[in-house]
């Protein structure tokens, strides 16, 4: 069974920057699907910030672009995402998942999701 | 980017009933539409991709159906369980935006 484990700071302040991790077990991160962060607020809903193949190719949200990386690291079957410039417009529950089936398949395996609060 | 319009926002239903929550894209995107559920303090799950194919393990009481710009996600006989928010997300071109949500309620 597939499962995804995001972990990070709960916290950061204001300018600065957010890394998070998302652990996957029970599927190899080289396994020919695409990885996926979004994240969810009361006042955007569900956003999604990019996503990236085994490969590295990434695709991101022209939105967050310039803030935004995402990586692979097949050694330790994990994916990151660090978002620099932080506001307060970036607190959020930060989900991780995979994207099965390419474009057509959607995210069939999520993340619990972790809360990142920006606040001096 | 592409937007996607979601209505009824929300909706009050009873166990049994049947309900039909819409979805609507600024722009073509062919067949690729997928269906979340989501409860209070969970990920969504994902119901149905490619606008119809059901999710491994979803209850057959769930439907999709659409093309083009205009999509509906049925629950037929709804059940407690399925009191929650729906989000349809397109998946034709980056950033793949999801809708606003509607929530189903218990009447």
């Known amino acids: 069974q597939v499962q995804l484990q995001e972990s990070g700071p709960g916290l950061v302040k204001p300018s600065g920057t957010l890394s998070l991790t998302c652990a996957v077990s029970?599927?190899?991160?080289?396994?020919?699907?695409?990885w996926t962060w979004v994240r969810q607020s009361p006042e955007k809903g569900l956003e999604w910030i990019g996503e990236?193949?085994?490969?590295?190719?990434?695709n991101y949200g022209p939105s967050l672009r310039s803030r935004t990386t995402i990586s692979i690291d097949m050694s330790k079957n994990h994916l990151s995402l660090t978002l620099t410039s932080m506001t307060v417009a970036d607190t959020a529950v930060y989900f991780c998942?995979?994207?099965?089936?390419?474009?057509?398949?959607?995210?069939?395996?999520w993340g619990r999701g972790t809360t990142v609060i920006v606040s001096s | 980017d592409i937007q996607m319009t979601q209505s009824p926002s929300s909706l009050s239903a009873s166990v049994g009933d049947t309900v039909t929550l819409t979805c609507r894209a600024s722009?073509?995107?062919?067949?690729?539409v997928c269906w979340y559920k989501q409860r209070p303090g969970e990920a969504p799950e994902l119901l149905i991709y490619?606008?119809?194919i059901l999710e491994s393990g979803v209850p057959s009481r769930f439907s999709g159906s659409g093309a083009g710009t205009d999509f509906a996600l049925t629950i037929s006989s709804l059940q407690p369980e399925d009191f929650a928010t729906y989000y349809c997300?397109?998946?034709?071109?980056?950033?793949?935006?999801f809708g606003q949500g509607a929530k189903v309620e218990i009447k």
């Open positions: 990236i193949f085994q490969s590295g190719s990434a």
């Open positions: 722009q073509f995107i062919s067949k690729f």
């Open positions: 997300q397109q998946s034709y071109s980056p950033p793949y935006t």
């Open positions: 490619a606008t119809s």
């Open positions: 998942a995979r994207v099965k089936g390419g474009g057509l398949g959607g995210m069939d395996v």
């Open positions: 029970g599927d190899s991160i080289r396994s020919g699907y695409w």
